[in-house]
Nanobody
Framework: QVQLVESGGGLVQAGGSLRLSCAAS????????MGWFRQAPGKEREFVAAITWSGGITYYADSVKGRFTISRDNAKNTVYLQMNSLKPEDTAIYYCAVRTYAVYGEYGSPYKYNHWGQGTQVTVSS
């Protein structure tokens, strides 16, 4: 079992920045990828960014490309999401997820992750 704890959410003005962190504990030796998803009220959960654990290859949703950066610290079993130039439409609950089985590809699908954090609220005011 893997436990994920997100932190770093909050209220920020449009154009501002936030850095989210997600610390993993438990059976982290079998991590293949970690991702960030978000869910706004009344909307489905959507992909934001993902990173492969061994090679550090990154993937982004078009809506955040060039503004958000995902990174990882393997020694700390932590993944980060640096969010710059935030917009009101970025307001959502942000969830961290981990894939602990050896399937490659489809990093944007929430169904390909088998452990989830509790989420952290990000609110961007206009």
């Amino acid at each position: 079992q893997v436990q994920l704890v997100e932190s770093g959410g909050g209220l920020v003005q449009a154009g501002g920045s936030l850095r989210l962190s997600c610390a993993a504990s438990g059976r982290t030796f079998s991590t293949y990828a970690m991702g960030w998803f978000r869910q706004a009220p009344g909307k489905e959960r959507e992909f934001v960014a993902a990173i492969t654990w061994s090679g550090g290859i990154t993937y982004y949703a078009d809506s955040v490309k060039g503004r958000f950066t995902i990174s990882r610290d393997n020694a700390k079993n932590t993944v980060y999401l640096q969010m710059n130039s935030l917009k009101p439409e970025d307001t959502a609950i942000y969830y961290c997820a981990v894939r602990t089985y050896a399937v490659y590809g489809e990093y944007g699908s929430p169904y390909k992750y088998n452990h989830w954090g509790q989420g952290t609220q990000v609110t961007v005011s206009s």
